[in-house]
């Protein structure tokens, strides 16, 4: 048995999680750094369906639990700032754009608004992609499986992956094959969740497991700075761009919110208790200032001691 990435045998046995009526194992790679799940095998539908999250099996505490994507939701910040804010610096406005596993299309919507004309859009969630081509008719959408979009014979200047490289049952084969869907020049954009920050490590710490939905089958792989280096090492891909959310841009990000959307935010307190909790309006606003205040010292330690926020974005292209 080797590694999915550097093809070392050099494995440790980290966990084993049955989910999804199969048994996984994850594993280290002593050598590249990469963890990776086994068997490398997702049900077929896992993600045509919009509720995929909702399947797992709690294996860590026995039940399932239904608020744990809406509180990722609330929580995770827009990783994608960045990423616009580099094509915009560096892509012409009339070069083709892919976004993979591109959701509700924020991120297209933005690239639009700013003057891009040439966009696309993939996801596997059929509904989604039918209201997004209602909603934003200038960008073209297609609903396909990544393996099979990837037969198409079109390329593109920029790709675009966030948070899509985790859930691939093959990412190193997969990024060698959007690397051919690349126009001369091009780039791919990829962005994962790093292992390897503060607040996914004190989880771990403190309940002494992953959270539920970094299991497979939602995710196969787990990077850190390490990992994600060694992967486009072993793709002999030039690194043209690296960087790290901020722990202080993803707390801001619930911070910086304004008080309708903090509103709807704290709503998921109802939901998981019960709905035991009678929050006025009132006293949501009261809630959403409290949770202000006591957010900027907790950000200002943050940058402080180096603390690095959930995701870590990379710019690449295969050499010459």
């Known amino acids: 048995m080797n590694c999915i990435i550097c093809n070392n045998r050099r494995l440790i046995l980290r966990q084993k999680v049955p989910a999804c009526e199969i048994d996984y194992r994850i594993y280290h790679c002593a050598n590249c750094g990469v963890e990776f799940a086994l068997p490398r095998r997702v049900p077929r539908n896992f993600y045509a369906n919009r509720d995929h999250l909702y399947y797992l099996k709690a294996f860590v505490d026995g039940h399932q639990r239904p608020h744990v994507k809406r509180l990722q939701r609330y929580l995770i910040p827009d990783r994608t700032r960045s990423c616009r804010h580099w094509i915009r610096n560096h892509v012409a406005p009339d070069q083709p754009i892919l976004d993979i596993g591109c959701g509700t299309a924020d991120f297209l919507r933005d690239l639009q608004m700013g003057g891009f004309r040439n966009l696309h859009g993939l996801d596997a969630a059929g509904d989604v992609i039918a209201r997004n081509r209602d909603a934003l008719p200038g960008i073209a959408f297609y609903h396909e ?77 787990w990077w850190n700075e390490e990992a994600f280096g060694n992967l486009f090492v072993e793709l002999d891909f030039e690194v043209l761009e690296f960087w790290k959310i901020p722990f202080d841009a993803m707390v801001l990000s619930l911070a910086a919110a304004p008080n309708a959307s903090i509103r709807g935010r704290l709503a998921w307190i109802q939901d998981i208790s019960g709905r035991l909790l009678d929050i006025s309006p009132d006293g949501f606003l009261w809630m959403a200032g409290m949770i202000k205040s006591g957010l900027w010292p907790l950000t200002a330690l943050g940058r402080l001691l180096g603390w690095s926020g959930m995701s870590m974005i990379a710019v690449v292209r295969p050499k010459p």
Request: glycine fraction near 6%.
């Open 145 to 221: 499986l990544l393996e099979e979009f990837l037969n198409i014979p079109q390329k593109f200047s920029v790709i675009t992956m966030f948070e899509v490289l985790e859930h691939l049952t093959a990412p190193a084969a997969t990024l060698q094959k959007l690397a051919e869907r690349l126009n001369p020049g091009g780039c791919l954009v990829l962005s994962v969740p790093d292992r390897d920050n503060v607040l996914a490590k004190g989880l771990q710490r403190l309940l002494g497991h992953r959270e539920l939905t970094e299991y497979p089958p939602h995710h196969l792989t």
